[in-house]
Every structure is written in C-alpha cells, then in structure tokens.
C-alpha cells in the first residue's frame, strides 16, 4: 500500500496569477475525477491554531467520563455529542474511535406530520461545562475551513465550465456542517478488528479533514486496491462526498475509503469537517462543459446505499445507520424504513 495516488495540490496557488490558478483548477479536476481525494497545503489555517485545535482535542478526551457521558449524544435528537468508545457504526460494524460531533447549532426545529423527516436533524449542539476553549476553538477552526471550502467550490465549478452560484448559493442559508473531533486509541496488533472506521463514501459535498502530524492510518480505496494517505504536516485531506458526485454526474467521483486503527500503546487525532448545503438543499446537475460531460460516469448506485439529491436525505440515512441506539430513542419510527429508501 504504498506509491499512493493521492496527490498534493497548493491552495496558495490560486492567488499567484492567472496562469498558476489555472494549473491549480486543472489539477483538481484531474484529482477529484480520478481519485476523489487530495492532500491541501496552503490553506492558511496557522501552525498556531492548529497547535491549539490538536491539544484542546487532547484535553476534550482527557477529561473525566462523567463530564464526556453528560453530553453523550443518546441525549440529542440531532445525534450531537459524545459518542463513546466504540458507539458508531460503519456497515454495521464497531468503529474503533470515540468522538464528539457538533453541528451548526441553533434551535430545535419543530417537525409537522408531513414535513420530511430530516428536519428533526436541525438544532443545538452540546458542550463539555469544563473545557469552554473546545467550542471557542472548534467555532474558529469551521470559520476558517468555510472560507476554504466555499473557494474550493468556486474553483471546482470553474475547471468544469459551470456556474459557481449553482453551487454556493446552496450554502448561503444555514448550511448544515458537521465537525468531528475525534480520537482513535490503539489496538493490539492480534485484536479480532482494526476498523477505527469502515469503508464507505461520504454523505455530503465535501469533506476537510485534519490529521494529528505524522499519523498514518487513512487509506482510500483505487483500482481496485487499498493505498494508503500519507500524512502530510498542516495539510488538510480533502475528498468529496456523494452529493458532487451528483451535481457532476458521477465526473467527480466520491472514494470508498476507511481508517486502520493505530498499534497498541499508540493513538491519533483527526477532525473531519464535512461542508454541506442546508438539509433541504437539492443538489442541481451542473451544466458542465460538454467534455466533461462526455466523460461523466453517471452517479455510483449501491442498492444498499442509495445516493439523494436532498442533502438531508443523505444525512439521515448515515445517522440512522451509524447510530441505531440513538435513533431508537429519538426516532424510533424510523427504523422502520427499509436501509437506501
């Protein structure tokens, strides 16, 4: 698993001329149709606030059990909160990790008989009483990456020849992000499973993720063999979910991939972003150059798993499969709908 096809593209590259913003849109249209994924340098976010996002998540999974299960997210509608260790699922299986999840935040929205069931995902994350900095980070560090994904989008639109307000309007209005802060301990190297998570595809448009320096683990699926991500320092690793593999008719296509847990006596830590539009944004198809059309795939169907246009379709359809326990004591009725309806 080594010579991986990840490339690394320079996000500074876009404010360097014309002609280098080109090469970098080229780029990564190039990566995003044939590998889906992409390490970023250059993305601004300083070595200063990285420090702090890396030890305040140390601090977060330090703290007490008490303090972590009083925000256990069995206590949110909106499947916020402390997921402990082993408490999601990927293909049905155990995810070897424990985490936090924060979304948006706001008010609970009040859902009517015939509304569409996704809508209860809106409302109020939870937060540790005694590590106030988490959210103060946390809200610093989703500022900075919106701006990042909102260019990246931009971009993306433009090395296809569509419209870049066909897609950033979707975000204008309550886009419904998702933060991990998440910590994957080590196993013993003889442990009956090594998932930290399962292999699967991304729900939503695209995805930033953080990785604690030097830590290896993520691998992405490519002709049809496992590679592994090598870490690259202050990068991010960006790759793109279901939903712009819709808006480009499978042109871009998202990537099956999973994380090895780490060997025993070690751990790591990641935190994903994931940047999507309002839960009732549909995703449009882009009008794309003809060229590219030519040579879109059309979307990647798993009866399993069947992809949305709606982001919040998307979006339930993961937090029911990930969390059956907390969808058991919210949404109970849900667990009643057939997996991909």
Do not use: C
């Amino acid at each position: 698993m080594t010579d991986s096809p990840v490339p690394v593209l320079d996000f500074s590259q876009l404010d360097a001329g014309p002609e280098a913003a080109a090469r970098f849109r080229a780029d990564l249209r190039q990566a995003t149709h044939e590998v889906g994924f992409f390490a970023l340098t250059g993305h601004g976010a300083s070595p200063a606030l990285q420090d702090r996002l890396l030890a305040t998540a140390r601090a977060f999974f330090a703290l007490p059990d008490a303090d972590k299960l009083a925000i256990e997210n069995l206590k949110s509608p909106q499947f916020h909160g402390y997921a402990r260790l082993g408490g999601e699922l990927t293909q049905g299986r155990i995810d070897w990790r424990e985490q936090i999840d924060i979304g948006p935040g706001g008010e609970p929205v009040a859902v009517g008989e015939n509304d569409p069931a996704y809508l209860a995902l809106a409302g109020p994350n939870l937060w540790p009483a005694n590590l106030p900095e988490l959210r103060e980070v946390i809200e610093e560090w989703t500022t900075h990456l919106t701006v990042v994904a909102r260019r990246l989008l931009t971009a993306w639109a433009e090395s296809l020849g569509a419209d870049p307000d066909d897609l950033l309007r979707l975000f204008d209005d309550a886009p419904a992000t998702l933060l991990k802060v998440v910590r994957y301990p080590g196993v013993p190297d003889d442990a009956p499973s090594r998932q930290g998570v399962g292999s699967h595809k991304d729900s939503g448009v695209l995805t930033l993720l953080w990785i604690e320096p030097g830590s290896p683990g993520l691998q992405v699926e490519y002709g049809g063999r496992w590679f592994d991500v090598p870490p690259v320092d202050g990068a991010l690793v960006v790759n793109i979910g279901e939903l712009l593999e819709w808006a480009t008719d499978g042109y871009l296509r998202a990537t099956v991939h999973r994380v090895v847990a780490p060997a025993e006596g070690t751990e790591r830590i990641s935190v994903p972003f994931f940047f999507n539009p309002r839960l009732d944004a549909e995703l449009p198809r882009l009008q794309i150059a003809d060229e590219f059309r030519a040579a879109a795939r059309g979307v990647e169907q798993d009866p399993d798993n069947v992809i949305h246009g709606t982001y919040g379709e998307n979006l339930l359809k993961s937090r029911l499969r990930a969390h059956p326990d907390v969808a058991a004591i919210h949404h109970p009725q849900l667990l009643e709908v057939p997996a991909g309806v």
